[in-house]
């Protein structure tokens, strides 16, 4: 596997969502992780690793911080459906956010490129260790959050 850096991540978060999509990592600082969640999904943390956030609207626009922005109105109780998932079970995650609904069948070619595709969820979630901790909130395929519990 290639060495994890800045570059090779977010090449792999561009190689699996495009240029429209948001990435943002943040440190945990709250014994309540919901908290830290919202922090980084409204954009109001810094990564730990001083890496960019990937946050382009659909079109290229930025995603604001505003009262305009995706995750504006979300709050703890959002994610109160969240569950753990293993590693495997979050690459398949990261895969099947392509599809529409999860389904691998609406993700081009996805038979072809499955290994490709897999190989990059995995440069993506190897930035936060062996022993990260995966949890999934969603509550439609449009809207989830995939959160990682990491240590430094």
């Known amino acids: 596997m290639a060495q994890m850096d800045a570059t090779s991540w977010s090449r792999s978060l561009r190689a699996l969502f495009g240029e429209g999509m948001f990435a ?8 309540d992780w919901r908290l830290d969640a919202l922090d980084v999904m409204q954009l109001r943390t810094d990564d730990p690793r001083g890496w960019s956030k990937v946050a382009a609207a659909p079109g290229g626009g930025d995603y604001g911080t505003g009262p305009d922005s995706p995750f504006s109105a979300v709050t703890p109780r959002d994610f109160s459906t969240a569950f753990r998932v293993s590693r495997r079970g979050a690459e398949q995650i990261l895969v099947t956010l392509q599809g529409e609904w999860f389904q691998t069948q609406d993700i081009p070619d996805f038979d072809a490129r499955e290994a490709e595709l897999t190989s990059h969820a995995r440069m993506i979630l190897e930035r936060f260790g062996e022993d990260a901790l995966f949890s999934i909130c969603s509550t439609s395929p449009y809207v989830s959050a995939l959160s990682v519990e990491a240590t430094p």
């Open 24 to 31: 943002a990592v943040g440190a945990r600082r709250r014994d």
